[in-house]
């Protein structure tokens, strides 16, 4: 009887291995904004059911990762918040950022695989000619000089943070968003003015602070979070709003990309007509099989 048991469990296939997947990270729904009646972006309560569709055809969009760039003074809590988000923890003793950090988050939103390239920028001025570099590559054009400058579609994302128990900070934080947008004249970002260490705060400061920063969002045409890397608070919904909007930028700036191709295809003589082939945009294999394309 031992024995047998013994020889059953020998038997039994090895458990398959489970990839849990983060659920942060996986998105069906468009996340709604921090305040809901006051956002320059989307306040519906999904993706537009156009995008879905679009989603749904068999041609799947080839995203480019999204540069999402984190600029703010020093010590306002840019690299608490990521490394809140990307590893769940907060570190309280402060080590400046030398230069600029990276962080790679790949989600998974409708089903398709996004990823944002965090650029967690140094607020200390002595760094401030090597952030500009990185505003520069989030124009979606330099780092992937290979590629023709049609197929990169992502629109860069600017992350303005400031101090909610530092007032000058926000001042600070309008001249970095600024300074970062004159870099970036080639496609429009999406751009968040988020307010740091909310648990600093008392209800009443916290309150008036968010007046404050609601005002000067809707003057920089940005979204405004009140976050905490230390609790917590807010975290979570804000990288998940920014991924989802980051996301439909892409989608919409690629169908639009086509449609202007499709549109330059028709008009233009035959033989210039190839320059732009729509299978360097979304890859199928089918129609290579049927235009008889060997590669
Ligand atoms: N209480 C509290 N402290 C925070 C929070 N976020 C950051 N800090 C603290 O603020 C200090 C600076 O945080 P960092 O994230 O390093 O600031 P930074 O903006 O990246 O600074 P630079 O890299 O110099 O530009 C650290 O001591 C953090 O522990 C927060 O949400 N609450
Ligand atoms: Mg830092």
Not at 146 to 150: A, D, G, L
């Given at each position: 009887m031992m024995s047998h048991t013994l020889r059953q469990n020998l038997l039994l296939p090895t458990p398959p291995t489970v990839t849990l997947h983060d659920p942060r990270t996986h998105l069906r729904h468009l996340p709604p904004a921090y305040s809901t009646t006051q956002t320059?972006?989307?306040?519906?309560?999904?993706?537009a059911p156009q995008l879905r569709y679009q989603l749904e055809l068999p041609r799947k969009p080839k995203l480019r990762p999204c540069k999402v760039i984190f600029v703010g003074?020093?010590?306002?809590g840019k690299t608490a918040m990521v490394n809140r988000f990307c590893y769940d923890k907060f570190q309280s003793n402060y080590k400046a950022t030398i230069g600029v950090d990276f962080e790679l988050e790949n989600f998974s939103i409708l089903g398709h695989n996004f990823s944002l390239e965090m650029w967690d920028t140094a607020g200390q001025e002595r760094f401030k000619c090597i952030a500009g570099a990185y505003y520069r590559n989030a124009s979606g054009r330099s780092s992937y000089a290979?590629?023709?400058?049609?197929y990169i579609t992502s629109s860069p994302v600017i992350v303005a943070a400031y101090d909610m128990s530092k007032r000058e900070s926000l001042e600070a934080a309008k001249k970095w968003l600024s300074s970062a947008l004159n870099y970036n004249t080639a496609q429009k970002p999406l751009i968040f003015l988020v307010g740091t260490k909310a648990d600093l705060l008392t209800k009443e400061e916290f309150m008036r602070m968010e007046r404050i920063a609601g005002l000067a969002a809707a003057e920089l045409r940005a979204e405004f979070w009140s976050v905490s890397a230390r609790s917590g608070y807010k975290i979570t919904e804000f990288f998940q709003r920014l991924a989802a909007l980051a996301f439909e930028a892409a989608v919409q700036q690629q169908l639009k990309t086509l449609q202007a191709t499709a549109k330059e295809q028709t008009t233009q003589t035959p033989e210039k007509s190839h320059k732009f082939d729509l299978r360097n945009f979304f890859g199928s294999r089918s129609d290579k099989q049927k235009s008889g394309c060997a590669c």
């Open positions: 320059p972006y989307s306040r519906e309560k999904d993706f003074d020093c010590a306002v290979y590629i023709p400058t049609i």
